[in-house]
């Protein structure tokens, strides 16, 4: 029997996310905020495909004032989903774009702290709370502005861009990710504020699934029950973008946990929108499918019968009826079986693989850790991935990172073997682990570059 966590309710414009509401379905625009017709034409496909908001970036005052335009040009046509700005670096575009959206996105770890340099800060605990003072200075009159335009909040921690602070402090860990959040959750709590929505996103799916129950738990324990937004970042494209989704999205919401998800893939957005809406759809009967898989358990090996009407849905739906049983190590092995007409036993076995992969328990082909792109994307991010997919998918066990931009590159690349970033227009920088390597270098030139540097190393450790 499913059971829903239960959660307080956010109001975010019309739309109510919580309680007893639907699950909330949403995406990103990839268009340059400043391009008005590009934003609406977008925000009409995403919506037009199911999605109940929409997200854009607002890299500074600029976007967040432009805001103002794309709402009106949508609601002008009729389209009155909530349009969410995300804001990462400067608090004072958060208070502009506070006043246009129905909900501001801020990320925790680059909010007020200052650009992460991955460098081991010492501070005592007077000077710990002293760092918390600067946070709720800039908080509060946020929370205010907020308050006033009725304009809903997502804490937005990412494991990729945790603050040198709270990594000197917890480590690379659930317990600096849980407290990364919590530190402003716990403001707004005292300033009375509560349409807010939480979300904890990695791009391993281990990572993401165990802090998400974390974060659970420490809300539980102060008496906070605040609607969780859930998603696998930089999940990559095609069919392991939607494996690794169904794996990670799909352990918690098997668990009840979960009221709005994005499903993050390298494609156009409203490609997210029905492969997120088969995974709501799914959560009966995956949960049953969880719960007989679990029973088949025998010699570390799952056996897992599924039935489904074409492979992707095959696919999402093993992926998300096993996904937590991987994680918490419950077995290691997957045999997959099903009477589907379009199923050989070549491409059941190919699929196990593909989700052990996902789990991060097996690894039998080379793993690509790329974003979905979005208004700070500084290069073809389609291409480029198709591009590196060609060079590099029979190198077995290697991770590759390909990021849009810097907001996330080194820290979600942390344990990518090799990273490619968007560094400026038309310009990448390429990192070996958390070190850049090579800046700035022409776009047309990047690839080429890339695996260089790649087929150098593998010469050299012959």
Do not use: W
């Not at 002293?130 to 937005?156: D, M, N, Q, S, Y």
Request: proline share 3%; hydrophobic share 35%; net charge negative.
């Amino acid at each position: 029997m499913h059971t829903r966590r239960i959660s307080c309710v956010a109001h975010v414009g019309q739309l109510t996310i919580g309680g007893d509401n639907p699950i909330r379905i949403q995406s990103m625009a990839t268009v340059d905020t400043n391009d008005t017709e590009g934003c609406v034409a977008q925000a009409k496909r995403i919506i037009d495909a199911g999605g109940e908001l929409v997200r854009f970036t607002t890299q500074g005052t600029r976007e967040a004032e432009n805001m103002k335009n794309i709402s009106a040009r949508l609601k002008a046509d009729g389209y009155t989903q909530p349009l969410v700005a995300d804001v990462h670096f400067t608090a004072h575009t958060a208070d502009i774009a506070a006043q246009y959206c129905e909900k501001v996105r801020i990320n925790p770890g680059n909010y007020v702290d200052p650009g992460r340099t991955f460098k081991h800060l010492e501070y005592t605990d007077e000077e710990y709370q002293e760092e918390l003072k600067k946070i709720e200075a800039k908080l509060i009159p946020f929370i205010h502005i907020c308050k006033e335009h009725h304009t809903a909040v997502r804490i937005g921690v990412n494991h990729g861009s945790l603050s040198d602070r709270i990594m000197s402090r917890y480590g690379d860990t659930p317990e600096g990710i849980v407290e990364s959040c919590m530190e402003f959750l716990r403001i707004f709590r005292r300033e009375q504020f509560d349409d807010v929505v939480i979300s904890i996103k990695a791009s391993n799916t281990v990572v993401m699934v165990t802090t998400v129950r974390l974060l659970v738990k420490t809300m539980d324990k102060e008496d906070m029950h605040y609607p969780l937004h859930l998603g696998v970042t930089e999940a990559g494209e095609g069919e392991d973008g939607r494996i690794k989704s169904a794996v990670g999205i799909g352990a918690l919401l098997t668990e009840g946990i979960g009221d709005t998800i994005r499903v993050s893939l390298s494609e156009e957005p409203e490609c997210e929108i029905p492969v997120a809406r088969q995974l709501v759809d799914m959560i009966p009967e995956c949960t049953r499918l969880r719960e007989e898989a679990e029973a088949s358990i025998k010699d570390d090996t799952i056996t897992l019968a599924v039935e489904a009407p074409d492979y992707e849905t095959l696919q999402l739906k093993a992926a998300m009826a096993v996904g937590a049983l991987l994680i918490d190590k419950k077995a290691t092995k997957l045999v997959i079986t099903s009477p589907s007409s379009f199923s050989s036993s070549t491409s059941l076995t190919s699929l196990s693989d593909a989700i052990l992969q996902a789990a991060r328990i097996k690894f039998t082909k080379t793993e690509y850790i790329s974003c979905p792109g979005c208004g700070r994307t500084l290069y073809n991010l389609q291409e480029t991935i198709a591009r590196i997919k060609a060079a590099t998918s029979h190198l077995v066990g290697l991770k590759i990172g390909i990021m849009g931009c810097i907001v996330n590159g080194p820290g979600e690349m942390a344990d990518a073997d090799y990273g490619y970033v968007g560094a400026g227009r038309g310009k990448i920088s390429l990192y070996k682990q958390k070190v850049c390597v090579e800046k700035n270098i022409p776009e047309e030139e990047a690839v080429d570059k890339l695996l260089e540097l790649i087929n150098n190393d593998r010469l050299s450790n012959d």
